[in-house]
C-alpha cells in the first residue's frame, strides 16, 4: 500500500495449545526478566500483532514469550499447520518498554514464559508496570484502546484463518459472536483522525480548513482509497508516513465519523500498520443505522475482504514477515510531538 493525500498526487512510501505449569513464586523467572537481552514472541502474520488468544479456563488473554529462538519458531510452526500463520520475532533490551506497553494497548493481562522445558504463567502487571488507564482516559486523545485492539484482534485472527470453509456453521456463528462483540467495542470508541496543515498559509482555521489541508488516505492493490483511522496514539506513530508533516489530530467518536469520509474515499481504515481493519461506507452506514440485520452483512462482506486479503498475502508473504519483524521498535523511532485539536 503506498501512502498519499487527497488533493495531492505523489506518494511517499511508506492450536496446539500450551498447558503451562502453574508456579507461586516467580520471583526467581522475574529477575531473569530483568536481566535478558533478548526474548522471542509469537507474532499473528495476520494483525501483525502479537499472537493473542484466551484460555478456556481462566479467561486470560495471554501471548507467549521464549529464551530460545528455536523454541518460538517449533511453537508458531505447529500453529501454522491449523491454519493459524505465526512467526517468531525477536524483541531486544532497548525494544522491551515499548513492546510491553504495546501488550497492554493490545489488552494482553498474561505472559505464557517458556524457558527451556519449563512453562510458567506471568502477569503482565509482574514484568512491567500497568500504566494508569483511569489517567488515559481522560486524555483528548485515545492513550491505548484495549477494548478495541483485543475485540478486533480476536475477529480478525478468526476471520481471515486460510484454508476455512464457509459451510462451516459452527465457525460461522463463533464468528458472528466475535464481530458483534467487537461493533459494541468500536461504537464505544473515538479514533483518532489525522489531517496536514503543513501547505496552510498563516494561521489555521478549523471552521474553514481551506484548499491547503490535506488528507492522509491510502490505497490499495485494486486503487480502492481508504482513509486511515487509529485506535490510539501509538497505533498513528507507526504509521506517520511523514515524521516532518504539520499534522492535527482529532478525537472522533465512532458514530460521527461518516461526515469525515471524504467522497472519495471508498471507506476508513482503522490501524493500517497494525491489523488493518476495513470499513467501507455501506458497512458503517449499516452499523450507524443500527439495523436489526446489520451483523450477517458485515461478516459476509468482512469475509469477502478477508479471501482477498489472504490473496494478496499469499504473494507478498516475506515482505509481510519483514515489516511485522520490524514493527516492534518504530514507536521508538517516529516523533512524537503532534498538534491536538477537537
Same mark, same amino acid.
Given at each position: 500500500?503506498?501512502?498519499? /493525500?487527497?488533493?495531492?498526487?505523489?506518494?511517499?512510501?511508506? +492450536?496446539?495449545?500450551?498447558?503451562?505449569?502453574?508456579?507461586?513464586?516467580?520471583?526467581?523467572?522475574?529477575?531473569?526478566?530483568?536481566?535478558?537481552?533478548?526474548? /522471542?514472541?509469537?507474532?499473528?502474520?495476520?494483525?501483525?500483532?502479537?499472537?493473542?488468544?484466551?484460555?478456556?479456563?481462566?479467561?486470560?488473554?495471554? %501471548?507467549?514469550?521464549?529464551?530460545?529462538?528455536? @523454541? $518460538?519458531?517449533?511453537?508458531?510452526?505447529?500453529?501454522? +499447520?491449523?491454519?493459524?500463520?505465526?512467526?517468531?520475532?525477536? =524483541?531486544?533490551?532497548?525494544?522491551?518498554?515499548?513492546? /510491553?506497553?504495546?501488550?497492554?494497548?493490545?489488552?494482553?493481562?498474561? =505472559?505464557?514464559?517458556?524457558?527451556?522445558?519449563?512453562?510458567?504463567?506471568?502477569?503482565?502487571?509482574?514484568?512491567?508496570?500497568?500504566?494508569?488507564?483511569?489517567?488515559?482516559?481522560?486524555?483528548?486523545?485515545?492513550?491505548?484502546?484495549?477494548?478495541?485492539?483485543?475485540? %478486533?484482534?480476536?475477529?480478525?485472527? +478468526?476471520?481471515?484463518?486460510?484454508?476455512?470453509?464457509?459451510?462451516?456453521?459452527?465457525?460461522?456463528?463463533? &464468528?458472528? +459472536?466475535?464481530?458483534?462483540?467487537? &461493533? %459494541?467495542?468500536?461504537?464505544?470508541?473515538?479514533?483518532?483522525? @489525522?489531517?496536514?496543515?503543513?501547505?496552510?498559509?498563516?494561521?489555521?482555521?478549523?471552521?474553514?480548513?481551506? !484548499?491547503?489541508?490535506?488528507?492522509?488516505?491510502?490505497?490499495?492493490?485494486?486503487?480502492?482509497?481508504?482513509?486511515?483511522?487509529?485506535?490510539?496514539?501509538?497505533?498513528?506513530?507507526?504509521?506517520? !508516513?511523514?515524521?516532518? @508533516?504539520?499534522?492535527?489530530? $482529532?478525537?472522533? !467518536?465512532?458514530?460521527?465519523?461518516? !461526515?469525515?469520509?471524504?467522497?472519495?474515499?471508498?471507506?476508513?481504515?482503522?490501524?493500517?500498520?497494525?491489523?488493518?481493519?476495513?470499513?467501507?461506507?455501506?458497512?458503517?452506514?449499516?452499523?450507524?443505522?443500527?439495523?436489526?440485520?446489520?451483523?450477517?452483512?458485515?461478516?459476509?462482506?468482512?469475509?469477502?475482504?478477508?479471501?482477498?486479503?489472504?490473496?494478496?498475502?499469499?504473494?507478498?508473504?516475506?515482505?509481510?514477515?519483514?515489516?511485522?519483524?520490524?514493527?516492534?521498535?518504530?514507536?521508538?523511532?517516529?516523533? @512524537?510531538?503532534?498538534?491536538?485539536?477537537?
Amino acid at each position: 500500500m503506498s501512502h498519499r /493525500y487527497f488533493g495531492d498526487t505523489i506518494s511517499s512510501k511508506s +492450536e496446539e495449545r500450551t498447558q503451562p505449569q502453574m508456579t507461586v513464586d516467580n520471583s526467581f523467572t522475574m529477575k531473569k526478566f530483568q536481566s535478558m537481552e533478548i526474548i /522471542y514472541v509469537t507474532f499473528s502474520q495476520i494483525t501483525k500483532l502479537p499472537y493473542v488468544e484466551c484460555d478456556p479456563e481462566t479467561f486470560d488473554d495471554q %501471548v507467549y514469550m521464549f529464551t530460545e529462538e528455536e @523454541a $518460538a519458531k517449533e511453537f508458531a510452526k505447529s500453529y501454522v +499447520e491449523k491454519n493459524t500463520p505465526l512467526l517468531t520475532v525477536k =524483541v531486544l533490551r532497548k525494544q522491551m518498554p515499548n513492546f /510491553y506497553m504495546g501488550l497492554y494497548a493490545e489488552g494482553v493481562n498474561m =505472559v505464557i514464559f517458556h524457558e527451556g522445558d519449563q512453562t510458567r504463567r506471568i502477569e503482565l502487571e509482574q514484568i512491567f508496570p500497568k500504566p494508569d488507564m483511569e489517567k488515559m482516559n481522560k486524555q483528548h486523545l485515545p492513550v491505548l484502546n484495549p477494548g478495541v485492539q483485543l475485540t %478486533v484482534v480476536y475477529f480478525l485472527q +478468526e476471520l481471515r484463518k486460510p484454508n476455512q470453509r464457509r459451510d462451516d456453521a459452527e465457525r460461522m456463528q463463533h &464468528l458472528r +459472536e466475535l464481530e458483534e462483540e467487537m &461493533l %459494541v467495542n468500536l461504537m464505544r470508541s473515538k479514533f483518532i483522525l @489525522a489531517i496536514d496543515i503543513s501547505q496552510v498559509q498563516g494561521e489555521f482555521d478549523p471552521a474553514n480548513p481551506g !484548499p491547503d489541508v490535506r488528507i492522509p488516505y491510502i490505497k490499495n492493490q485494486n486503487e480502492d482509497i481508504f482513509q486511515p483511522l487509529f485506535s490510539d496514539i501509538g497505533e498513528f506513530q507507526k504509521f506517520r !508516513p511523514d515524521p516532518q @508533516a504539520k499534522l492535527r489530530l $482529532a478525537a472522533i !467518536p465512532f458514530q460521527h465519523l461518516l !461526515p469525515y469520509l471524504m467522497k472519495q474515499a471508498k471507506g476508513f481504515v482503522i490501524n493500517p500498520s497494525g491489523f488493518n481493519l476495513l470499513l467501507t461506507r455501506e458497512q458503517l452506514q449499516r452499523i450507524m443505522g443500527a439495523q436489526a440485520q446489520s451483523v450477517r452483512p458485515n461478516l459476509e462482506a468482512m469475509m469477502a475482504q478477508a479471501a482477498a486479503a489472504q490473496a494478496q498475502k499469499n504473494a507478498q508473504n516475506n515482505a509481510a514477515n519483514d515489516e511485522v519483524k520490524e514493527h516492534v521498535d518504530e514507536t521508538e523511532n517516529t516523533a @512524537a510531538e503532534t498538534d491536538n485539536e477537537e
